[in-house]
T-cell receptor, first 115, second 113 residues
Framework: AQSVTQLDSQVPVFEEAPVELRCNYS??????LFWYVQYPNQGLQLLLK??????LVKGINGFEAEFNKSQTSFHLRKPSVHISDTAEYFC?????????????FGRGTSLIVHP | DGGITQSPKYLFRKEGQNVTLSCEQN?????MYWYRQDPGQGLRLIYY???????QKGDIAEGYSVSREKKESFPLTVTSAQKNPTAFYLC????????????FGSGTQLSVL
């Protein structure tokens, strides 16, 4: 069975500083990896995804993530954050279990950007 | 515009009452999902459906029921057997069984009176 661990429940950071949101997963088979963002009282929207190929994935709003198979990690980074990046971020993994690929989500990391 | 529509945005349930949350999509997606979101617990899968007239239990299906009579619609009923229904409910869809990306609705906040 797959599982996802987001190591930080909350990450405070000042505007224009870099940020890293950590995600580790466990799975015995090949996986798809995702980061989603949720603004208050809204649904989730996809930031980026890793399916195969290059381990460095670029997404929307200047975010990127790196897939590290040996460390089973998929950390999200942004070199310079903006106030508008304040939101909840979710890491998700899906794997082939009988071909269903049902995604499992982490508990989320609240990114708080201070002026 | 294509997307997923959840209604209502806010819903209140009385003791012993069943309530139904609506989820409609016009993306022509085969698969649809219901997640429950509680603060600090992330998203937990309630039910999912990968084809019309078929659905499967997720991790926390007890006290919930669903139907999938049409491709576009996947309503969720929160029954009186669900003793702690207060949560934010999210509906999602994906193009097919091997989902590469989920599209989410804007959610329904269910509270108990």
């Amino acid at each position: 069975a797959q599982s996802v661990t987001q190591l930080d429940s909350q990450v405070p950071v000042f505007e224009e500083a870099p940020v890293e949101l950590r995600c580790n997963y466990s799975s015995s088979v090949s996986v798809y990896l995702f980061w989603y963002v949720q603004y208050p009282n809204q649904g989730l929207q996809l930031l980026l995804k890793y399916l195969s190929g290059s381990t460095l994935v670029k997404g929307i709003n200047g975010f990127e993530a790196e897939f590290n198979k040996s460390q089973t990690s998929f950390h999200l980074r942004k070199p310079s954050v903006h106030i508008s990046d304040t939101a909840e971020y979710f890491c998700a993994v899906s794997e082939g279990t009988g071909g269903s690929y049902i995604p499992t989500f982490g508990r989320g990391t609240s990114l708080i950007v201070h002026p | 515009d294509g997307g997923i529509t959840q209604s209502p945005k806010y819903l209140f349930r009385k003791e012993g009452q069943n309530v139904t949350l609506s989820c409609e999509q016009n993306l022509n997606h085969d698969a649809m999902y219901w997640y429950r979101q509680d603060p600090g617990q992330g998203l937990r899968l309630i039910y999912y459906s990968q084809i019309v007239n078929d659905f499967q239990k997720g991790d926390i299906a007890e006290g919930y029921s669903v139907s999938r009579e049409k491709k576009e619609s996947f309503p969720l009923t929160v029954t009186s057997a669900q003793k702690n229904p207060t949560a934010f409910y999210l509906c999602a869809s994906s193009f097919n069984r091997v989902n590469e990306k989920l599209f989410f609705g804007s959610g329904t906040q269910l509270s108990v009176l």
